[in-house]
């Protein structure tokens, strides 16, 4: 597989530490050799809303690699997973970027015993590598699997079976990795697999799902589903699910967005005002409709005319939301992820 590694620059921070105890419990980085494809999904009980869930734990260069790193973590910045990046970047394998990150821990909230790494990546001609790592003082049940092209990682676990679980499922699970990356999620969609969240009976309360395509621009991937943080007793991996299957039906077999030419929906980033224009072949009146990360319906609006202007709330800034248009007979002729900027 032909390749050009791309590599991130990185800025200079300054930060301060704040201690998040046992950040992810169950997490799954994976690459795809055939495609070049880059994935992770993870998720857990712990309370990250504030900084955007637990999708945090994560990062990805398309095209090279990705790294998830959890347990007790520093943030606002979470500076171990900044240095791993910026080791992948600068070619480091694997278990060369985990024995550099023990050596050179850099939060100052616990030690390299506090913390799981699982890492990801191609060589230079293009053949997968894994590496993994979990610290002796993590909270257990804490282990990690690693295979050809993945690694599978949690802490404060129910017990080996939720690795063994997500595994099987990635293993036999069929189609794109995204595919694959949700159904390993689905093996820790048990109460308590998290054992944090027993008494609600759910396994976790946030969950994220992201790939990056090779061609992809850093941070802005093919792919990004993360409910942020679900009520008390909602199962956050059933919400993503959701997401999932909605965005799934939107793309065609060989993984690529549908994008029905009868349909025009500009421009995307939208700010305040949003335009769309159906062709004839479109049998009105159509229908809108725009969905939130939880998968929540947020607005409805029908289509009467081949051309329509939608106002989008200001409420509605800085989110990634979904929007799906069916013609006058159900029928879906377009969806798309729809980045909402503030306005002007």
């Not at 032909?2 to 930060?15: G, S």
Request: with cysteine; proline share 6%; glycine share 8%.
């Amino acid at each position: 597989m032909n390749r050009c590694f791309r590599f991130l620059p990185f800025l200079v921070i300054i930060f301060f530490a704040a201690q998040l105890p046992a950040q992810d419990t169950f997490s799954i980085i994976a690459v795809d050799p055939e495609t070049g494809e880059v994935g992770s999904a993870g998720a857990s009980c712990v309370d990250a809303s504030a900084f955007g869930g637990v999708i945090l734990l994560n990062d990805i260069i398309p095209g090279r690699g990705g790294v998830n790193a959890q347990a007790t973590v520093c943030l606002p910045v979470h500076i171990n997973l900044v240095n791993a990046i910026a080791r992948m970047a600068e070619g480091f394998a694997p278990a060369d970027i985990i024995e550099w990150l023990v050596e050179n821990d850099a939060c100052n909230s616990g030690t390299q015993a506090n913390r799981q790494y699982g890492i990801a990546d191609f060589d230079e001609d293009g053949q997968p590598r894994t590496a993994a790592y979990t610290g002796a003082s993590t909270l257990s049940y804490a282990s990690h699997i690693t295979g050809p092209n993945y690694s599978i990682q949690g802490n404060i676990l129910l017990g080996p079976q939720i690795l063994d679980s997500m595994e099987a499922r990635f293993l036999a699970a069929e189609g794109p990795l995204a595919k694959k990356l949700m159904a390993a999620l689905q093996g820790a969609n048990v109460p308590g697999a998290d054992t944090r969240c027993m008494a609600q009976g759910t396994s976790s309360r946030s969950a994220f799902l992201r790939v990056a395509k090779p061609d992809d621009e850093p941070g802005n991937f093919w792919l990004e589903l993360n409910v942020v943080l679900t009520p008390m007793g909602v199962e956050p991996i059933d919400s993503l699910q959701a997401l999932f299957d909605e965005w799934y039906g939107g793309i065609n077999a060989d993984s690529e967005k549908q994008k029905d030419s009868a349909v025009k929906v500009f421009p995307n980033p939208a700010s305040s005002t949003l335009h769309i224009v159906l062709s004839p072949s479109v049998k009105l009146p159509a229908v809108v409709s725009f969905y939130n990360s939880k998968g929540s319906e947020l607005r409805k609006t029908d289509l009467f005319n081949s051309t329509a202007q939608i106002e989008l709330p200001e409420a509605w800034s800085n989110e990634v939301l979904f929007l799906k248009i069916s013609d006058g007979q159900g029928r879906v002729v377009y969806s798309e992820k729809l980045l909402v900027l503030p306005h002007d």
